[in-house]
């Protein structure tokens, strides 16, 4: 294992590329950390200017990553024009409120061919977009592609194991990225389904908030694991109905995803759901947090978006009655316990093996 916090060693084959980073928050630090260390030249955006002037100064992002250096090339501004324009790659790490706010600002500053990679798991309030699809509408004449799976920042810029998966539809888009950040501590699997791992990596913010309750009412791992496993055959009967592939979410975007965030005190939304459960005020608990759960807001969209199409998904309506409906967390567990118990898997593939 390399040491932690130590600069990569990639050897002089590997070419130096420019790449930008927009959004200062825990994971585009961590990402930028993972290309720097990867040998590449990092302009680092984001709006506030105090922040861009102490990782200039101290290569440290105190309200992120207080304890975490980075080493490497490093270049922080809050001119997303001059980041964009130099980089031959975009990571978009942008909260999913601001995003196309974001973007479509800047749609110009953005060139033909450029490959732009979303890092923000999310859905936009109206229409039900995800972020890939927001950058198609507002900058088409980009290569798209979404990097999503159980990637806790703590973890990975403290160099733990990790692995990621980055889906495209072209084939230069998912190499690049392999390329850019595949290192000893961190891989990078490749998938075509945009669409299902994107809404994957969206959709188990939901069941990681479900998690922290139970985990707060101190229920058995019989029922965790339960709720886990529901929460996985609830997301995907979902997904597939607006078009995913039901095998993405067998993969790290899916089943991997849905794991770490559901059992993991470092996850965000898993820590608003244990506050909730031990009995704090939802809004308490997401100030008290002070960083963007996406669960919270991506329950609402799911909720009206499963009703409208007429997808069953009780934990989804369970916990917005919780949250959203005063609803006491063990009228709603009941309820579950008692509703009709149908089939465990939601696809079956047929046999391919003759006996």
């Known amino acids: 294992m390399p ?17 930008a980073v927009l959004g200062g928050g825990s994971f585009g630090t961590a990402m930028t950390k993972v290309l720097a260390e990867n040998g590449h030249r990092v302009h680092f955006w984001m709006r506030d200017a105090a922040q861009v002037e102490e990782i200039s100064t101290t290569s ?8 975490v250096e980075l080493i490497g090339d490093v270049l922080p501004t809050t001119n997303l024009a001059e980041a964009v324009g130099k980089a031959e790659i975009v990571f978009v790490a942008i909260p999913s409120k601001a995003f196309r706010a974001v973007i479509r600002e800047h749609c110009d500053e953005f060139r033909d061919g450029q490959i732009v990679i979303s890092l923000t798991k999310g859905i936009e309030e109206h229409g039900f977009k995800l972020m890939s699809e927001i950058l198609q509408e507002e900058i088409p004449r980009c290569r798209i592609g979404v990097l999503s799976g159980p990637n806790l920042a703590g973890e990975i810029v403290n160099r733990d194991l990790t692995a990621t998966v980055i889906a495209a539809k072209d084939p230069d888009v998912r190499r690049t990225a392999q390329d850019l950040l595949g290192c000893e501590y961190f ?18 913010n939901i069941y990681a908030i479900v998690a922290g309750l139970a985990s707060a009412l101190d ?4 029922a965790k694991a339960m709720l886990i496993t529901r929460g996985l055959a609830e997301m995907s009967r979902f997904a597939v109905s607006l078009g995913a592939n039901p095998m993405t979410f067998m993969g790290l975007a899916g089943v ?37 759960a996406e669960g919270i807001y991506t329950l609402k969209l799911v909720k009206e978006k499963s009703e409208a199409i007429g997808i069953y998904m009780p934990l989804v309506r369970g ?20 509703a009709v118990q149908n089939s465990d898997v939601e696809f079956i593939l047929p046999r391919t093996i003759s006996q």
């Not at 891989?187 to 188990?204: C, P, S, W």
């Not at 229920?219 to 019989?222: L, Q, T, Y």
């Not at 916990?319 to 008692?338: P, R």
């Open 3 to 19: 040491e932690k916090n130590a600069p990569q060693d990639n050897g002089d084959a590997v070419p130096v590329h420019d790449v």
């Open 60 to 67: 440290i992002n105190s309200r992120y990553m207080p304890d």
């Open 187 to 204: 891989r990078v699997y490749a998938n075509v389904d945009i669409y299902g791992v994107e809404l994957a990596g969206a959709l188990k």
């Open 219 to 222: 229920m058995g791992e019989n």
């Open 256 to 292: 991997g995803d849905l794991i770490v965030t559901c059992t993991s005190h470092k996850s965000r939304n898993y820590r608003v759901g244990f506050a909730v459960g031990k009995g704090q005020n939802l809004d308490d608990a997401v100030a008290e947090l002070g960083q963007v």
């Open 319 to 338: 916990l917005y009655e919780i949250l959203y409906g005063n609803a006491s967390i063990k009228a709603v567990i009941n309820s579950l316990m008692m």
